[in-house]
């Protein structure tokens, strides 16, 4: 076929093409352009079609009242856009200088409202065809196409032939073309296309054209305003509606990944403050009561969107609150419970932690999520997980679930086995995160542990004092804060000159309070000075204190404005 074609074009055709497109017989212009057509379905004809000067003539006969001459127009400009090696996005250079976007505008509107004959149904679908070409990857016939009003075009065909199987997915995709440019993603969503999507995703059962405007939508919802838009229009009913359809009859190949482009859409919309508070809807959304049920879904990319979208919804107290009354806490730790192991999906496993810390962000929760045995599936994990996004989402989790819950950081601190494993993550260097919220949890542990003898004697014997020293050194004000509160009621129960030889201690101290003054807040110094005077409650542990420069540190913070450092300073400053 490829050699018959060039020989063709080589001996002199498409001149004789020409004749035939521009005579005034109409039979002669649809034939012509015809075989133009079939021509321009070999690569390597395109550029002959071009520069034979055929596509001025092509466009003015789209403009022809006659179906045929207007369709075979239309294929032959369609097959020399499509793109080729030889003379990249030449066709449609060629097709715009020769006015073509208008003329193909005008034909797209007159093709709606002809009637529903196989002909002009052809004409619709091949003219749509032609468009989707004609904007794939071309900038510059994006911006024409966008200024003469295409959008409105486009939802016109969604409107009126949406259980057509081909129409749609043209017309999707050449919508998805636009929203590529910043000035066409600026019209398609000024327009509002949400009506016809949804009419789309309900009406439409095609997998292919119901994937194409799952896709469509996904690339415009990038922006606020249109996670607004779409949840105030209906589309994620529309999406849970495809979910449904997919889940119970599926009806291809493509109906596991429209699955997941359906539930990663919606968890995409509730990353929007107000589109998830208008999906939540005080905890009686059908889309939410709908999330909530996933959750037990024997599919795993149905609870890990559920899990994904609880945690969405879990960004206000009062959701949290509400929700933990309602059960949702429990649902998530009865999926987690089955899923706490090394054996365990990990994407669902971060997923629940993630809703399950948000949820225990909200104080009067805590106590709650103790209650409902939420360390009983949680501390199995930190012996047991070994994929670092997974460690520190679970690390979060329980330092939110033991703040001011003293009976849980005991029930953490106490666990030999969890300790020993947070020591050692203190020192990753694969994961920062990991290695920062694992000296972070046994700060917290400490502090919330209401002074327990044992826990704190454990924690001491594991190692945490040398991380918890150069968490001191933090960059960040808050775990400075929280190194020094912690050692300072570590070293308050006992203190012994091998707790800290070993350590950095002195380096990170002459570091932390060398800094000039107004990097640390006042509180944080007197937390500082105050760990330092409990180390002196030990003079052979003191002694390693007694440097030059931290004498002279002493000496500086003696002469302070405020009277809590100015006083524990001074009596240091004796001491040394």
Known sequence: MTEVCEALVNGGVLELLAGAIKSSSEEAQAKGAELVAELAKVESCRLGCVTSGLVPIL??????????????????????????????????????????????????????????????????????GFLLNLLNSYDTVQDQSMEAELVDVLCQYLDKFAEDEDIPTHVLLSLTCMADTVVGRGLVVSRDITPQLVRVLKINESAEVTETALELITNIAETE?????????????AVVEVVRRHRNSPSSELSPPIIKTATDLIVLILVGDESMNIIYDGGNGSVYKELVDWLTSDLEDLQIAGALAMGNFARSDAHCIQMVESGIAEKLLKVLSSHNSGEGDIRLQHALLSALRNLSIARQNKPELVKQGVLDVLLPMATAIETFPVVFKLLATLRMIIDGQSEAAVKVGGDSKVVSHLVSWCYTKDHPGVQGESSRLLAWTIKNCEGNDEVIKSLVSAGCIAPLVLMLGSEHAVMVNEAALALVLAFSKDVKKEM????????????????????????????????MTALSADEPTFELLKTEQLKEYMGKFSEHENEQIKSLATALKEKM
């Open 59 to 128: 466009v003015e006969n789209m403009a022809s009242t006659t179906t045929g001459v207007a369709l075979q127009a239309c294929r032959a400009l369609g097959n020399i856009c499509y793109e080729h090696v030889y003379l990249p996005d030449g066709g449609r250079v060629s097709v715009m200088e020769s006015g073509g976007a208008a003329q193909l505008l005008g034909l797209l509107q007159r093709a709606a409202n002809l009637p529903n004959s196989p002909d002009d149904h052809q004409l619709r679908l091949v003219s749509t």
């Open 225 to 237: 305003c249109v996670k607004t838009q779409v949840a105030k229009g209906g589309i994620c009913e």
């Open 500 to 531: 800290i030889e070993n350590t950095k201690l002195v380096e990170v101290l002459t570091f932390v309070v060398g800094n000039p003054t107004q990097f640390l807040p006042v509180e944080i110094i007197a937390n500082i000075l105050s760990m």
